[in-house]
């Protein structure tokens, strides 16, 4: 019991590290899709390339509205400075304080 509750608080601890925060494009570009699953396969190769819904450049700010993880990817819904919504990659983002 000891166990699951130590687990249950580090979910909780890192998720809410990225929600509702500003974050910073750390790469010099990158994309933006529709939904998490396009953001995931990003760059793989044995699927057919998805077209970003944006493109964002090194030190373009966004908010974090939610993330999630999967294997293999840590994938982040931002709403862009537009008011546009989509999914990019969270290791493309450099996070900082919250709003």
Known sequence: MKLYAI???VIFVVTACS???Y???S???VSVFSNEADAANEGSLNRGQVKP???LQEGERVLVLNDTYGKDY????IRLQNNTT???LCTDLNFQGSR
């Open 7 to 9: 687990i249950i608080i």
């Open 19 to 21: 929600r509702d925060r």
């Open 23 to 25: 974050a910073v494009v």
């Open 27 to 29: 790469e010099k570009t």
């Open 53 to 55: 819904i944006a493109t």
């Open 74 to 77: 840590w994938a982040c819904k």
């Open 86 to 88: 989509g999914w990019a």
